[in-house]
């Protein structure tokens, strides 16, 4: 599994727009990038996955170079609720066999 | 998408005594997985739990340590043994589920305390 790097932590006003960039600079050609959100006392939950350019959901997007050596995750106009974990990981989809291996991940904090 | 229940959602348990814990999924999954997570860190991988065959631990983790059991297709158990302050953590069982992504779910956590 492709190694990740990302910001320790990030602070924001509500209203702003975030963006969490990882760095993956091993990754291969069949791994996809895939953003998990942990609020406190709770488990991670999917947010956004994608392969190349560009993926918008109704929580976030995700921009992916065409060199796909980083991504940048970005939520638009956080809210107090947005304060969380976010999880940047790198691996080939699988047939639902292989658990994910989470790293350090980003703490954001929203502040109003 | 998969629902996932724990119990308990928390016990505070006395050094040397043992718990169970037990995860339930509102559908049938071929691999349930354990994690842990202590305060303030990430999850860690515990064990890879498959329908008929024992676990499979993650380097640092033991069968006897972490007794698991699997016996239908969404139903798991994970016993912490012997606990000692150091297992105080945080722990989550998860599920993979194919559909045009594949996602993992993970159920709301069993938050241990040890004295």
């Known amino acids: 599994l492709a190694k990740t790097t990302q910001p320790i932590s990030m602070d924001s006003y509500e209203g702003q727009e975030v963006n969490i960039t990882c760095s993956h600079n091993n990754i291969a050609t069949n791994d996809y990038i895939t953003w998990y959100q942990q609020f406190p006392s709770q488990g991670p939950r999917f947010i956004i996955q994608g392969y190349k350019t560009k993926v918008t959901n109704e929580v976030a997007s995700l921009f992916i170079p065409a060199d796909r050596k980083s991504s940048t995750l970005s939520l638009p106009r956080v809210s107090l609720s947005d304060t969380a974990v976010y999880y940047c990981l790198v691996g080939p989809l699988n047939s639902g066999n292989t658990p994910l291996v989470f790293g350090k991940g980003t703490r954001l904090s929203v502040i109003a | 998408s998969a629902v996932i229940s724990q119990k308990p959602s928390r016990d505070i348990c006395q050094r040397g005594t043992s718990l169970t814990i037990q995860c339930q999924v509102d559908s049938q999954v071929t691999m349930m997985f354990w994690y842990r997570q202590q305060p303030g860190q990430s999850l860690t991988l515990i064990a890879t739990?498959?329908?008929?065959?024992?676990?499979?631990?993650e380097s640092g983790f033991v069968i006897d340590k972490f007794p698991i059991s699997r016996p239908n297709l969404t139903f798991s158990t994970l016993t912490v043994s012997n606990m000692s302050p150091e297992d105080s953590s945080i722990y989550l069982c998860s599920v993979e589920v194919a559909g045009g992504v594949y996602e993992q779910y993970f159920g709301p956590g069993t938050r241990l305390t040890v004295t």
């Open positions: 739990a498959n329908q008929g065959s024992e676990a499979t631990y």
